[in-house]
């Protein structure tokens, strides 16, 4: 199946007084119709600029951006105008009109492409529906929270009908109880309409929410991609592991021989893994670092064990975990 959007070796280098930076560095990605694709990154990975080429707000240094088999560098600039009103895009603090009210900034994209009046009120008001907020439509940004101008936001970027929303850290600026209800909202847009979402974020917990794929950027390359499950259960990458196991200043401090790292992907949240473990084995083992999570009654996450330093008590260990469809990787005496 051909994507909807393929990036073709994409370079960005921005050109200073005195220096030059490499934004993005070759790369390369394919995005399928109708996915929920997370792109992650630290800050300063090249994640927003990366976002920020796939309609061509900014023109690659080299390579291209495909969407829908059009190469974007060969359109004119009437043609990648009428192309951009199927990329629509949300960004961090909102970008709404402040003079116009809600209804008004709905229609605001309809104008620009010359929809009559009626027709955009009608618009307008059957997307307040759906983000529901059909009681706000003469309010003004300055008298919503923060939660209901991502919603009327979301509502003016489906309001030209796109094929994909581009969300540049579009959850930032909110708090947790919003952003899960935003993510439900956008989880529910691609489910109804197929509109294929691209989620730029440096959140692990948005990703995991409701992203089928991802890919990981990591200073201007692209570190690592796959599925959200692939990814998040079997990291490869450096800066795979580090943003899935938040390694930190702490972690680096603790040491031990025989420390194995565990995931968790399939088990029961309600199942003591390690406490059987233990009273199978009749030894003890020191949890050095864990976090895990009960995400619809299965566990996910990971832990790092240290284990007993008899070579036996400890091979019977991986082999009882391994056994319990747990990820058994060994790590470095400096975990």
């Given at each position: ?7 073709q070796d994409v370079s960005k280098t921005f050109l200073g007084r005195d220096n030059q930076v490499e934004a993005l560095r070759g790369i390369n990605l394919e995005i ?253 083992v020191n949890i050095l670092q864990a976090d895990t999570e009960d995400i619809g009654g299965i566990a996910h996450g990971h832990m790092i064990l240290q284990l007993p330093e008899d070579e036996q008590t400890a091979a019977h260990m991986i082999h009882y975990l391994k056994e319990r469809k747990l990820s058994v990787e060994e ?5």
């Amino acid at each position: 199946m051909e994507p909807i959007i393929r990036i073709q070796d994409v370079s960005k280098t921005f050109l200073g007084r005195d220096n030059q930076v490499e934004a993005l560095r070759g790369i390369n990605l394919e995005i399928q119709r109708g996915d929920i694709y997370g792109i992650i990154g630290m800050s300063g990975a090249g994640k927003s600029t990366l976002v920020r080429c796939l309609n061509f707000l900014e023109k690659p240094t080299s390579g291209t951006v495909f969407i829908e088999d059009k190469d974007l560098s060969r359109l004119t600039d009437k043609e990648l105008r009428r192309m951009r009103t199927e990329i629509a895009m949300i960004f961090q603090h909102f970008n709404l009109l402040m003079q116009r009210n809600v209804l008004d900034n709905i229609c605001f994209p309809m104008e620009i492409v010359g929809v009559k009046r009626a027709d955009a009120v009608k618009r307008a008001r059957e997307l307040l529906q759906i983000v529901g907020l059909e009681e706000k439509e003469k309010s003004y940004p300055s008298q919503l929270s923060g939660g209901q101008k991502q919603r009327v936001a979301i509502a003016r970027a489906l309001a030209n009908n796109p094929k994909i929303l581009l969300c540049d850290e579009a959850t930032s600026a909110l708090d947790p109880t919003t952003t899960k209800s935003i993510l439900k909202l956008l989880q529910e847009i691609n489910q109804l309409y197929g509109i294929t979402i691209v989620i730029i974020t440096h959140e692990m917990a948005v990703v995991q929410e409701i992203c089928s794929h991802v890919a990981i950027i990591d200073s201007g390359e692209l570190a690592e991609f796959g599925t959200v499950e692939e990814v998040f259960t079997r990291p490869q990458s450096p800066a795979a592991k580090k943003l899935v196991f938040m390694t930190d200043q702490r972690s680096s401090e603790m040491r031990g021989k025989h420390c194995v790292r565990i995931v968790f992907s399939e088990n029961s949240s309600f199942e003591p893994v390690i406490a059987n473990m233990v009273l199978e084995c009749k030894a003890p083992v020191n949890i050095l670092q864990a976090d895990t999570e009960d995400i619809g009654g299965i566990a996910h996450g990971h832990m790092i064990l240290q284990l007993p330093e008899d070579e036996q008590t400890a091979a019977h260990m991986i082999h009882y975990l391994k056994e319990r469809k747990l990820s058994v990787e060994e790590v470095e005496a400096n975990v």
